[in-house]
């Protein structure tokens, strides 16, 4: 199975803050990486797909790139809505894994 | 709009038994391939099963192989989760998710709410 690690596990920001997660695959999953957020208690939901395409109706401050091994996820200015936990996911092969998670709180 | 509603979660006792359902709605749910995923309390999102648009495929992690199974009607939009002999371990969220095609790749662009099964004497 493919191995996915986020880092950090968890961060403190504050609002209107620059903030980048990164993903690292065990092997090359070429351009077939989502992330997802999750608010507590909520279902994730998707950002961004093949690591860099913006899911419809998603914020533009979200971006996403990478390729191979390394991947990052880039929310340009917090917004309060946005203190939440980030999931990536890789699609390459079966079975589909996901990294630990990256929590962001308020600073 | 696209609705994914997951039911049939509650408390059950080792080694018995539970079946989740998804009701879907909103988009054409026998051209879509589904996944369940779910979460242990405080954990990641975890694989656990696929099947195909038709059902004529289906896939499992091998933490739920040969205990858990997959189908869905497709006359009635909704898929399920048949989990026997459950196992502590087997305690979570779990979550319906919508497959789709783009960019040459897959993912999950609908999720139901979840059901939360646990698993304990």
């Known amino acids: 199975d493919i191995q996915m690690t986020q880092s950090p596990s968890s961060l403190s920001a504050s609002v209107g803050d620059r903030v980048t997660i990164t993903c690292r695959a065990s092997q090359s999953i070429s351009s077939h990486l989502n992330w997802y957020r999750q608010k507590p208690g909520k279902a994730p939901k998707l950002l961004i797909y093949?690591?860099?395409s913006l899911q419809s109706g998603v914020p533009s401050r979200f971006s996403g790139s990478g390729s191979g091994t390394d991947f990052t996820l880039t929310i340009s200015s917090l917004q309060p809505e946005d203190f939440a936990t980030y999931h990536c996911?890789?699609?390459?092969?079966?079975?589909?894994?996901f990294g630990q998670g990256t929590k962001v709180e308020i600073k | 709009e696209v609705q994914l509603v997951d039911s049939g979660g509650g408390l059950v006792q080792p080694g018995g038994s539970l079946r989740l359902s998804c009701a879907a709605s909103?988009?054409?749910?026998?051209?879509?391939?589904m996944n369940w995923v779910r979460q242990a309390p405080g954990k990641g999102l975890e694989w656990v099963s696929a099947i195909t648009d038709s059902g004529g495929a289906t896939y499992y992690a091998d933490s739920v192989k040969g205990r858990f199974t997959i189908s869905r009607d497709n006359s009635k939009n909704t898929l399920y989760l048949h989990m026997n002999s459950l196992r502590v371990e087997d305690t979570a969220v779990y979550y319906c998710?919508?497959?789709?095609?783009?960019?040459?790749?897959?993912?999950?662009?609908?999720w139901g709410q979840g059901t939360l099964v646990i698993v304990s004497s």
């Open positions: 093949a690591a860099a």
């Open positions: 996911q890789q699609s390459y092969s079966s079975p589909w894994t």
């Open positions: 998710a919508k497959v789709t095609t783009g960019y040459g790749t897959t993912f999950y662009d609908y």
């Open positions: 909103g988009f054409t749910f026998s051209s879509s391939a």
